[in-house]
């Protein structure tokens, strides 16, 4: 998974704490944690095409949660950024070189391959985790760790 889903989830975050009615730039959000604004505002984009965020242009426009942070779940973000393709990919590697299978035994009726069996069954597992956290757990959370968090975020938003 990429640094990028890390950066979506914290930004949604921050989005909701810089209150309901204010727009921030991708360059203010990266600002907040010393990130690139370029590649930052490119998972803002895909979290604006998936129905997350939205955005607005122009000097005053930027990004706002386009619906409210109990009703993301995480999985909506990595699937946002990350695509819906599946994290594994079996190559059957299984069918190939001196530790191949019976030739004859291949084909449709062949087994299949345990180990994509396996991360079939644990990708499950995982994105139903995923979609079962929303963002607002996420931030209640993130309250509780750093009750002045979204205090300086606001602060910091308004000094600029």
């Not at 727009?23 to 803002?44: E, F, G, I, T």
Request: proline share 6%; net charge neutral.
């Amino acid at each position: 998974m990429s640094e990028g889903v890390e950066w979506a989830l914290h930004s949604c975050v921050n989005l909701a704490w810089s209150g309901p009615d204010r727009a921030v730039s991708a360059a203010r959000l990266a600002a907040w944690h010393d990130l690139p604004a370029a590649y930052l505002n490119k998972q803002l984009q895909a979290l604006a095409r998936a129905g997350i965020l939205t955005s607005s242009p122009g000097p005053r426009g930027g990004f706002r949660l386009a619906r409210p942070l109990a009703s993301i779940s995480l999985m909506d973000v990595v699937a946002a950024v990350e695509g819906p393709e599946e994290a594994f990919r079996c190559t059957e590697i299984r069918r190939r070189g001196p530790g191949a299978g019976d030739p004859a035994a291949e084909g449709a009726d062949a087994a299949d391959c345990a180990v994509a069996h396996a991360m079939t069954r644990a990708e499950l597992a995982w994105r139903r985790a995923l979609a079962a956290q929303n963002l607002d757990e996420i931030r209640q959370q993130a309250e509780q760790q750093a009750p002045e968090a979204a205090g300086r975020l606001r602060a910091w938003l308004a000094a600029q």
